[in-house]
């Protein structure tokens, strides 16, 4: 589908109304199976144009984001040292922001329905640099948590919701390829945020490189401002009997809940047995995800490697995080590559590969391994939202994300404290990476029958509209 920008086009919607989408294989040969078809109530995009300066402003904030969380390790040891807790509840700073940030994609998505992209990402990031900043003063771990996990993870997921969502908005023929570009920004920010704050620690210690960082995450409001809708006529559909009633004159109040009745029916219409499935392999991955960033650093200083050499085990993994981004965004737009089985086989070698970590003593091996698991996040991230919109269809991808992020959220919280709690029983880091390592390849292996189950969905659809056609 092709159409133009204009320059004057107005701010109006980053709006996408639900409706069930299901693609047609079978029918459709040619069409990529990780770009799904377009639905005729699917507004027009442009695919081109002011869209990559869209993308490049995602970029950047994903940049911001994920290259703060994935260098957390960095200052773990500071952390702990500092306030004097256990592994398992300084951990918690990290998991925090990581999880809570996407635990609110529900919330995101309503505010994004009611204020578009651009004004909330730009509230967003005001939010995460006062929580960095203000965090620099807390008197111990619990306020350090309610500021830099709590308040930080809201600024950075009023950020992170609007910049995924706003290139699936702008692109849809080339969509794959333009959310590769926009997420390669957290394997780049992965890759400099990590020496960079290795730098920053050892100079202006852990409260100076914080106020510093805080700054550098005020510039999202430069590029939230690039977030330029695009105009075009929502598609609206009635639900009878699904909005309460009002007295006049009460605008704000029927058109937040008219908001949250239309979110509320839209999640309804979300749920199907491959869905589900999805969303489980997410939760499960999620969980491992992000304790090699937390924990690597310290594993290789007790190994014996320095702590410059463990923060660039970090920036390995950054580094190919991004090749990896942008290899899978060129590739998933190709009609013989299965998206399903990609993620699936891909999570099963990271998650193994992150299975024996402790059997690895030396930073080449170390390094070896980074290049493994930065590859495998590097699939992994960008297909998840393509594996939703063809599962449920671009018009539910607001929603859909919404909740896949709370998921992913809430899975995240939980990792990494519990890895630093079973650290503390045991007295070592071994068995964080044996949960991590279990629960990505898990995830993986639920991954791999999703095609099967999305085409007994397609059959299950399609004769039921044959019998209401012959009624």
């Known amino acids: 589908m092709k159409s133009t920008l204009k320059d004057d086009v107005s701010v109006t919607s980053c709006d996408v109304s639900t409706s069930n989408a299901f693609t047609n294989e079978e029918n459709n040969s040619n069409i990529s199976r990780c770009q799904p078809q377009s639905n005729s109530d699917e507004p ?24 703060l969380t994935y ?35 529900p919330l995101v998505s309503i505010l994004e329905r009611r204020y578009k ?13 006062l929580g960095l900043f203000l965090s620099t003063f807390s008197p111990n771990l619990n306020v350090m948590v309610l500021l830099y996990g709590i308040v930080g993870g809201t600024g950075f997921g009023l950020l992170y919701g609007p910049c995924i969502l706003i290139v699936s908005y702008y692109f849809n023929k080339r969509r794959a390829l333009a959310t590769g570009i926009a997420v390669c920004g957290s394997g780049i920010g992965g890759f400099v945020f990590a020496p960079l704050s290795a730098t920053l620690l050892e100079v202006y210690g852990w409260k100076g490189a914080l106020w510093i960082i805080s700054a550098i995450v005020l510039n999202g409001v430069v590029f939230a ?18 909005q309460p009633k009002f007295p006049k004159g009460d605008n704000k109040l029927k058109s937040l809940c008219a908001l949250l009745c239309s979110y509320s029916s839209g999640t309804s219409r979300l749920f199907s047995p ?4 999805h969303l489980v392999s997410c939760f499960l991955v999620s969980a491992g995800f992000y304790i090699p960033f937390n924990f690597l650093p ?23 995080n991004t090749i990896f981004r942008v290899v899978i965004g060129v590739v998933s737009d190709r009609s013989w590559l299965d998206c399903f089985h990609v993620n699936g086989f891909v999570l099963i070698v990271g998650g193994v590969a992150t299975f024996l970590i402790p059997y690895y003593t030396s930073f080449g091996v170390l390094a070896a391994y980074s290049a493994v698991f930065g590859s495998t996040i590097g699939v992994f991230v960008p297909l998840r939202s393509i594996i939703l919109i063809e599962l449920r269809g671009v ?26 709690l079973l650290s503390d029983m045991t007295g ?10 279990s629960t990505i390849t898990l995830g993986g292996i639920l991954c791999l029958p999703l095609r099967r189950i999305l085409r007994w969905e397609q059959k299950k659809q399609e004769r039921r509209t044959l019998e209401s056609t012959k009624l």
Request: hydrophobic letters at 45%; proline letters at 3%.
């Open 44 to 67: 027009t995009v442009p695919d081109g144009r002011w869209g990559w300066v869209v993308t490049f402003a995602s970029f950047m904030h994903n940049f911001l984001v994920d290259g």
């Open 71 to 105: 260098s957390f390790g960095i200052f773990f040891n500071a952390f702990l040292e500092h306030f004097g807790e256990s592994k398992g509840k300084t951990q918690m700073l990290g998991s925090v922001i990581s999880g809570y940030y996407l635990l609110i994609g």
């Open 117 to 129: 992209c651009r004004k909330t990402a730009i509230v967003g990031s005001v939010i995460a640099s």
């Open 225 to 242: 401002a690039l977030y330029r809708p695009i105009q075009h006529e929502p598609v609206q559909r009635t639900e009878p009997n699904t």
């Open 274 to 277: 491959a869905f589900f499935v």
């Open 298 to 320: 310290t594993f290789a200083l007790d190994k014996g490697i320095s702590a410059f050499e463990g923060a660039f085990l970090i920036s390995i993994i950054g580094i190919f």
């Open 395 to 420: 018009n539910n991808l607001s929603t859909g994300f919404g909740l896949l992020t709370m998921c992913i959220g809430a899975s995240v919280m939980i990792g990494s404290p519990v890895a630093g």
């Open 428 to 437: 070592d880091l071994d068995v964080t990476f044996y949960l991590s390592g």
